[in-house]
């Protein structure tokens, strides 16, 4: 084992790049279920993003176009989850799931002609001063756009849930939607733009996977990424700090154990690829254990349907 | 009116389905069940390729079907029993993880026959097994990887630890030293046969850490597209399939992929599905390779020298012509200990439970 081999600078940054995905889609989801609707679904419009935006970035030649277009196909694909669950009333945990097969067929069904065809992907930033900077400069400044976005989108969610009317409106909405409707605020319009957010940025993580990640289109690219995108925003306990720590969790440690595995380590890999799941048990186990806290986490009309004449 | 018609349409479609027995007298039907989707542009691919083969060759004669993605376990039993029901009459069931499903349901289907790639039961006489050397095409690309090498550390992104994977390490290595005696080898275990996302990721770990030359044993193209990003000061091979897409860049320059092993399933499954609607259909157990035409090299690009590309090709030849086996001694295991005396070759059976490491390759086969 030769430990030294692994170059903390190249392994930050990799780590960075490998989370982008699942951060964006993660912290999406968490903004829908903290409206108190729960989709499932995150798979089927990650992948629906990758493939639109691929398509569109090797029509197009630009890969910012791609990731337009992959926010506005999660969204509009989100949308029918939205109409489906909040007009018609139906079973979230089964349209979330149905919207996942749906997404996977419809992206193989999109992607047949685009198999094994090469996309331009986003150039790295050369920001000036800070990437030149030693160390730090190769692990945080030397990044394509995303990857600062997806950064910014997440403080943004964080402010935008603390300190502004429409956050509290839309936590109101999540924790008690008979109460915010008593109060006169218009719970399905809030859920329909709850849900359209999450589905723009699990597009978005999608079309991160197939124009940066692996700059291809492969059939069933995802390969669950968007479960362990559900599955951050539990471990986070629906809140946005927490997801940019689970997230970069999440991927440092599929990084890590890789890096770790060829510098020659070969005994507790395994374990280590299990732990962020092992850690999500963990904490679900905690939530569900200790009832006063876990008025404070999960939104307390999560997965609920709402009708207002109820 | 309406519903005289109806029935009509409804007597006409149960006339069709109880008919449909008798027509599957004239016409053989293949089955296939693949665990990734075709469009992996690898592994599940080369077996489509070889499955649309025999369509190409027997016209109407024969009919195809196949599913996709279809998981390892207890899923792959249901796919399997509801193939042979649905009236395949041959079922090739294309993954090492088949292979407790496949001898299940062949029990229970004495009439139709199955066909289990890369694994070793076959527990009732319907059964057959397949696979290909891949070791030798292993062997040209370890060749080839050990002569291009700069850092002198090359790398083998692992799926599992499973004979076949370990015998592919083996076989690239040994190869990989002969050309280069200061060379060292990278493994990594993915853990998946197709995750295109983690694929990558292997392929950075390594080329962070040094080595330049990737061969990988899952199913994407995904680790090629993680070295093209070297621009030039990496190489890697296309896995299963040719990967062509990875053998020039746009700007006309050698691309990553300085070669391939293809999977060429075409012979092997034209000439089973014949063997069962002329009658002279047997169980086997098939182990064949560039000889029969099965493991292919695809072109080498210009990324490589040209006395390293003859050397390569000399090799191909003398494996073609049977006179090289890539696992002739003297070689000797991880600990030290004799394996092969020299010119003396190894069996098919050591081969097929390989569980050991040949002398200089650095870590441990995971349990």
Same mark, same amino acid.
């Given at each position: 084992?030769?430990?030294?081999?692994?170059?903390?600078?190249?392994?930050?940054?990799?780590?960075?790049?490998?989370?982008?995905?699942?951060?964006?889609?993660?912290?999406?989801?968490?903004?829908?279920?903290?409206?108190?609707?729960?989709?499932?679904?995150?798979?089927?419009?990650?992948?629906?993003?990758?493939?639109?935006?691929?398509?569109?970035?090797?029509?197009?030649? &630009?890969?910012?176009? $791609?990731? !337009?277009? =992959?926010?506005?196909? *999660? %969204?509009? @694909? +989100? /949308?029918?989850?939205?109409?489906?669950?909040?007009?018609?009333?139906?079973?979230?945990?089964?349209?979330?799931?149905?919207?996942?097969?749906?997404?996977?067929?419809?992206?193989?069904?999109?992607?047949?002609?685009?198999?094994?065809?090469?996309?331009?992907?986003?150039?790295?930033?050369?920001?000036?001063?800070?990437?030149?900077?030693?160390?730090?400069?190769?692990?945080?400044?030397?990044?394509?756009?995303?990857?600062?976005?997806?950064?910014?989108?997440?403080?943004?969610?964080?402010?935008?849930?603390?300190?502004?009317?429409?956050?509290?409106?839309?936590?109101?909405?999540?924790?008690?939607?008979?109460?915010?409707?008593?109060?006169?605020?218009?719970?399905?319009?809030?859920?329909?733009? &709850?849900?359209?957010? $999450?589905? !723009?940025? =699990?597009?978005?993580? *999608? %079309?991160? @996977? +197939? /124009?940066?990640?692996?700059?291809?289109?492969?059939?069933?690219?995802?390969?669950?990424?968007?479960?362990?995108?559900?599955?951050?925003?539990?471990?986070?306990?629906?809140?946005?700090?927490?997801?940019?720590?689970?997230?970069?969790?999440?991927?440092?440690?599929?990084?890590?154990?890789?890096?770790?595995?060829?510098?020659?380590?070969?005994?507790?890999?395994?374990?280590?690829?299990?732990?962020?799941?092992?850690?999500?048990?963990?904490?679900?186990?905690?939530?569900?254990?200790?009832?006063?806290?876990?008025?404070?986490?999960?939104?307390?009309?999560?997965?609920?349907?709402?009708?207002?004449?109820? | 009116?309406?519903?005289?018609?109806?029935?009509?349409?409804?007597?006409?479609?149960?006339?069709?389905?109880?008919?449909?027995?008798?027509?599957?007298?004239?016409?053989?039907?293949?089955?296939?069940?693949?665990?990734?989707?075709?469009?992996?542009?690898?592994?599940?691919?080369?077996?489509?390729?070889?499955?649309?083969?025999?369509?190409?060759?027997?016209?109407?004669?024969?009919?195809?079907?196949?599913?996709?993605?279809?998981?390892?376990?207890?899923?792959?039993?249901?796919?399997?029993?509801?193939?042979?029901?649905?009236?395949?009459?041959?079922?090739?069931?294309?993954?090492?993880?088949?292979?407790?499903?496949?001898?299940?349901?062949?029990?229970?289907?004495?009439?139709?026959?199955?066909?289990?790639?890369?694994?070793?039961?076959?527990?009732?006489?319907?059964?057959?097994?397949?696979?290909?050397?891949?070791?030798?095409?292993?062997?040209?690309?370890?060749?080839?990887?050990?002569?291009?090498?700069?850092?002198?550390?090359?790398?083998?992104?692992?799926?599992?630890?499973?004979?076949?994977?370990?015998?592919?390490?083996?076989?690239?290595?040994?190869?990989?030293?002969?050309?280069?005696?200061?060379?060292?080898?990278?493994?990594?275990?993915?853990?998946?046969?197709?995750?295109?996302?983690?694929?990558?990721?292997?392929?950075?770990?390594?080329?962070?850490?040094?080595?330049?030359?990737?061969?990988?044993?899952?199913?994407?193209?995904?680790?090629?597209?993680?070295?093209?990003?070297?621009?030039?000061?990496?190489?890697?091979?296309?896995?299963?399939?040719?990967?062509?897409?990875?053998?020039?860049?746009?700007?006309?320059?050698?691309?990553?992929?300085?070669?391939?092993?293809?999977?060429?399933?075409?012979?092997?499954?034209?000439?089973?599905?014949?063997?069962?609607?002329?009658?002279?259909?047997?169980?086997?157990?098939?182990?064949?390779?560039?000889?029969?035409?099965?493991?292919?090299?695809?072109?080498?690009?210009?990324?490589?020298?040209?006395?390293?590309?003859?050397?390569?090709?000399?090799?191909?030849?003398?494996?073609?012509?049977?006179?090289?086996?890539?696992?002739?001694?003297?070689?000797?295991?991880?600990?030290?200990?004799?394996?092969?005396?020299?010119?003396?070759?190894?069996?098919?059976?050591?081969?097929?439970?390989?569980?050991?490491?040949?002398?200089?390759?650095?870590?441990?086969?995971?349990?």
């Amino acid at each position: 084992m030769d430990l030294s081999s692994i170059n903390p600078v190249l392994l930050v940054a990799s780590i960075m790049i490998s989370a982008t995905p699942i951060l964006l889609a993660a912290i999406g989801e968490m903004v829908v279920e903290k409206s108190g609707v729960l989709n499932l679904g995150v798979e089927g419009m990650m992948i629906t993003g990758a493939v639109i935006g691929f398509i569109v970035a090797i029509n197009t030649g &630009a890969p910012l176009l $791609g990731f !337009a277009s =992959a926010a506005i196909a *999660g %969204a509009v @694909l +989100s /949308l029918t989850f939205g109409v489906l669950t909040q007009v018609f009333l139906s079973n979230q945990v089964a349209t979330g799931l149905g919207l996942t097969l749906v997404g996977l067929g419809l992206s193989s069904l999109l992607g047949k002609p685009y198999e094994g065809q090469k996309t331009v992907t986003l150039p790295k930033l050369d920001i000036p001063i800070l990437s030149d900077l030693p160390v730090v400069g190769r692990m945080l400044f030397s990044h394509d756009i995303m990857v600062y976005l997806s950064l910014c989108i997440v403080v943004a969610v964080w402010g935008f849930l603390k300190y502004t009317r429409a956050g509290l409106i839309l936590r109101a909405v999540g924790e008690s939607h008979e109460s915010a409707h008593a109060l006169g605020y218009k719970v399905i319009r809030v859920r329909m733009m &709850a849900i359209m957010f $999450g589905g !723009a940025c =699990a597009g978005l993580g *999608g %079309a991160y @996977l +197939s /124009l940066v990640r692996v700059p291809q289109w492969t059939e069933g690219m995802t390969a669950g990424a968007g479960w362990i995108a559900l599955a951050i925003v539990v471990f986070a306990s629906w809140r946005a700090g927490r997801i940019l720590i689970g997230a970069y969790l999440f991927g440092g440690i599929t990084v890590l154990q890789l890096n770790l595995q060829a510098a020659g380590l070969t005994w507790g890999v395994q374990y280590l690829s299990m732990s962020p799941y092992l850690i999500t048990i963990l904490v679900l186990v905690f939530i569900s254990s200790n009832r006063s806290r876990s008025s404070h986490d999960a939104p307390a009309n999560l997965g609920q349907t709402f009708h207002a004449t109820r | 009116m309406i519903r005289r018609t109806l029935l009509a349409t409804a007597a006409a479609g149960l006339t069709l389905a109880f008919g449909a027995p008798a027509m599957a007298q004239d016409v053989t039907k293949a089955c296939f069940v693949y665990v990734g989707p075709i469009g992996d542009g690898g592994w599940t691919y080369q077996h489509h390729q070889g499955a649309l083969a025999v369509k190409e060759e027997y016209g109407d004669k024969v009919e195809i079907a196949w599913q996709e993605s279809v998981p390892e376990g207890a899923d792959a039993e249901r796919v399997i029993t509801q193939m042979a029901l649905s009236g395949c009459n041959i079922i090739f069931t294309t993954s090492f993880g088949y292979m407790d499903p496949t001898n299940n349901v062949a029990a229970k289907f004495p009439d139709v026959k199955f066909e289990h790639a890369t694994g070793y039961k076959r527990e009732h006489p319907n059964v057959s097994s397949y696979n290909a050397r891949f070791y030798e095409g292993r062997a040209v690309v370890g060749h080839i990887a050990g002569k291009m090498t700069k850092t002198n550390k090359i790398g083998y992104i692992g799926s599992f630890p499973i004979p076949e994977v370990v015998m592919g390490i083996n076989s690239y290595y040994h190869h990989a030293k002969l050309a280069n005696p200061d060379v060292e080898l990278v493994v990594t275990w993915a853990y998946t046969w197709f995750d295109p996302a983690k694929e990558a990721d292997a392929a950075r770990a390594m080329l962070d850490q040094g080595v330049d030359v990737i061969t990988a044993h899952t199913d994407s193209t995904a680790p090629l597209a993680e070295i093209a990003k070297e621009g030039g000061s990496a190489w890697g091979f296309g896995q299963a399939s040719d990967m062509a897409a990875f053998t020039t860049n746009d700007d006309g320059t050698a691309g990553p992929r300085v070669a391939s092993i293809i999977d060429e399933w075409s012979p092997y499954y034209v000439k089973r599905v014949g063997q069962l609607m002329d009658g002279s259909y047997e169980q086997i157990d098939s182990w064949a390779g560039m000889p029969e035409g099965e493991v292919v090299i695809g072109a080498m690009n210009d990324a490589i020298p040209a006395d390293v590309k003859a050397e390569a090709q000399a090799m191909i030849d003398a494996i073609t012509a049977g006179e090289y086996h890539p696992f002739t001694g003297p070689m000797n295991k991880q600990d030290g200990s004799a394996w092969l005396a020299e010119g003396e070759t190894a069996g098919d059976g050591d081969l097929l439970s390989m569980g050991f490491y040949i002398e200089g390759i650095i870590g441990d086969i995971p349990n």
